[in-house]
C-alpha cells in the first residue's frame, strides 16, 4: 500500500474519531431537537411518524421507510436503487417505535451517526484498494438489527490499467498460438515427407527383391556354331580312340 493510500486511511479515521467526540453531546440534544420538530409539524397536521420521518431527513438526508431483507439478494437489490453514501432504509414498525419512544429514538439515530461517522474510513479504505463507492447506506431492518452496505467498483483509471494488462496477455497468447500452430504445421510437412521418403524406398527395395527371384526374364540361349563344332570334334576324336583301342585288342 501507498504512502498517500496510508495517509488517507489514517486521515479518515481521526475524522472519524473527532466526529465522535461530538457525538455525546449531539445526542443529549437530538430529544429536544425533535420534540421541536414534532410540534412544528403537528402545527401543520402531520402524524407522529410522518413528523419523525421528517424530522429524520432534516437531518440525515435521504430517508426511505420500508422494509428490508437480510439476505444477499435483497441487499443486492437496493444497492442497485440508491446512488450516493447518504442513504438510510428504517422498517416500518421501528419508525413507529422511534417516533414513539425517545429511548429507541437515541439508540437508533446514533446506529444512523455511526453509519455516517464511517463513510470517510470506508471510501479511503476502499481507494486504497482501487475501488470507488458508487452507493452506501445504513438499514434499519424490521428485527431490529442494522446493516451498512456498500456497492461500488473500481477505479476508471485501475479498471483502464487492468484491461490494458488483459488485453496484452491476451494479445500474447493470441501470437504463441499462431507460433504453435505454424510449428505444428511445419513438423506435421516433414513427417508427411518422411513418410513418402519411407514408402518410395519401400517400394524400390520391394522391386528389387522381386527382380532377383522371378525367373521369368531369364532366357538359356543355345550353343553358337562354333561351340558346336568343337564339341562334335572332340566327340568323334573319343569316339575313334576308342574304336582303335578296341581294335588293338
Known sequence: MGIGNVNSILAAYQYEASIRAGRTQEAATSKTNFAQQLQNTQEVGATGGDAYTEYLKSKYGSVAVKSVGKDQKSMD???AGTAGTGNVVIAPNIL???ANDPEKAAYYEEKI??????????????SAMGH??????????????????????????????IEAKIKAEQKEKA?????????SAEAAEKRRLLMKQYEQKQMMADAL???????SNIFFVSQSPVVSSVVTAYENAISTFSKSVIENI
Open 77 to 79: 437489490a437496493l444497492g
Open 175 to 183: 501470437k504463441r498460438k499462431k507460433q504453435y500452430q505454424k510449428q
Open 113 to 126: 451517526q455511526n453509519y455516517f461517522d464511517s463513510v470517510p474510513r470506508y471510501e479511503a479504505e476502499l
Open 132 to 161: 470507488e463507492i458508487h452507493s452506501s447506506g445504513i438499514v434499519i431492518h424490521p428485527d431490529g438489527t442494522v446493516t451498512h452496505y456498500i456497492s461500488g467498483d473500481l477505479k476508471p483509471e485501475v479498471r483502464a490499467k
Open 96 to 98: 413507529e417505535k422511534m
Open 209 to 215: 527383391e522381386n527382380r532377383m527371384f522371378d525367373t
